[in-house]
T-cell receptor, first 111, second 114 residues
Framework: DAKTTQPTSMDCAEGRAANLPCNHS???????VYWYRQIHSQGPQYIIH???NNETNEMASLIITEDRKSSTLILPHATLRDTAVYYC????????????FGAGTILRVKS | AAGVIQSPRHLIKEKRETATLKCYPI?????VYWYQQGPGQDPQFLIS???????DKGSIPDRFSAQQFSDYHSELNMSSLELGDSALYFC?????????????FGPGTRLLVL
């Protein structure tokens, strides 16, 4: 699986959009970008994933650059409960494919 | 919606004891993954099962073993426990039938070895 690079930490004001970048310059054509988050020792929570098109769901939006070498997770209106570690993971979706967690981004949402 | 269930949620053991962690996947999910997260670390993959067969193996110690049963629940057996085994253990499940299988995590079991 391709490696990812994320900022160590970011701060965001409550109610503002949180934009979390991820670099995955060695991504292959069949690898997807997944985002998970972990709120203080809870089980990691799935947020969103995509291959090459931008994706949006009820939690967030995922913007993937045209060359697929980087992506941005957008939380449109961050709340204090969005404070968590956010993991960007690149993987091939096939049976039994494990998630490889790298060093994610600690997002602190402040009032 | 039903989620992944893990039991027990907390476990305290002495060194050299054994421990069994259980995972009940989301209904109709046929794939189970186990992850270990040490203090201040990121989750690390241990082992996975698809349709009751081991499908992948990570950095799981030989002292650990796991299996998936006919009802798809899984158990992680840990023997000769060491202090370094103190960690959060997460189970995740997925429906492996489709191309885009997403893993959903349980709340974890916190194991403390004294």
């Amino acid at each position: 699986d391709a490696k990812t690079t994320q900022p160590t930490s970011m701060d965001c004001a409550e109610g503002r959009a949180a934009n979390l970048p991820c670099n995955h310059s060695t991504i292959s054509g069949n690898e997807y970008v997944y985002w998970y988050r972990q709120i203080h020792s809870q089980g990691p929570q799935y947020i969103i994933h995509g291959l090459k098109n931008n994706e949006t769901n009820e939690m967030a939006s995922l913007i993937i650059t045209e060359d697929r070498k980087s992506s941005t997770l957008i939380l449109p209106h961050a709340t204090l409960r969005d404070t968590a570690v956010y993991y960007c993971i690149v993987r091939v979706s096939e049976y039994g494919n494990k998630l490889v967690f790298g060093a994610g981004t600690i997002l602190r949402v402040k009032s | 919606a039903a989620g992944v269930i893990q039991s027990p949620r907390h476990l305290i053991k002495e060194k050299r004891e054994t421990a069994t962690l259980k995972c009940y996947p989301i209904p109709r999910h046929d794939t189970v993954y186990w992850y270990q997260q040490g203090p201040g670390q990121d989750p690390q993959f241990l082992i996975s099962f698809y349709e009751k067969m081991q499908s992948d193996k990570g950095s799981i110690p030989d002292r650990f073993s796991a299996q998936q049963f006919s009802d798809y629940h899984s158990e992680l057996n840990m023997s000769s426990l060491e202090l370094g085994d103190s960690a959060l253990y997460f189970c995740a499940s997925s429906n492996g039938a489709g191309l885009l299988e997403t893993q959903y995590f349980g709340p974890g079991t916190r194991l403390l070895v004294l």
